[in-house]
């Protein structure tokens, strides 16, 4: 079974960038959807994007698009998520998740099986 570590996170102001990183390691990275979810203070984990595994094809939510970026380097079982133009509403603890999640579940929590331990993300206004 894969394992992950999340790192990146940490304070920045309104409109600046952060890059987060989650390696892997244990099982074949390239096997894996990866995707980052994050989760705010009294609110519900929730979808940020992916990539698949199967087609290397990225899925966002629509409050990122133009955003964010995700990317993997299956050399490095690593994946990234370039964060620019941050706002405060994006403050939250970011997870990263692998898992073979159905095209169709590739936004659902619940379709992945492994997660990380999270990083902050707080964007000051």
């Known amino acids: 079974q894969v394992r992950l570590v999340e790192s990146g996170g940490g304070l920045v102001q309104a409109g600046g960038s952060l890059r987060l990183s989650c390696a892997a390691s244990?099982?074949?990275?390239?096997?894996?959807?990866m995707a980052w979810f994050r989760q705010a203070p009294g609110k519900e984990r929730e979808f940020v994007t992916a990539?698949?595994?199967?087609?290397?094809?990225?899925y966002y939510a629509d409050f990122v698009k133009g955003r964010f970026t995700i990317s993997r380097d299956n050399n490095k079982s690593t994946v990234f998520l370039q964060m620019n133009s941050l706002k405060p509403e994006d403050t939250a603890v970011y997870y990263c998740?692998?898992?073979?999640?159905?095209?169709?579940?590739?936004?659902?929590?619940?379709?992945?099986?492994?997660w990380g331990q999270g990083t902050q993300v707080t964007v000051s206004s």
């Open positions: 998740a692998a898992g073979v999640p159905p095209e169709t579940q590739t936004n659902d929590p619940n379709a992945y099986s492994t």
């Open positions: 990539t698949r595994h199967t087609t290397n094809y990225q």
């Open positions: 244990g099982r074949a990275f390239s096997g894996y959807t």
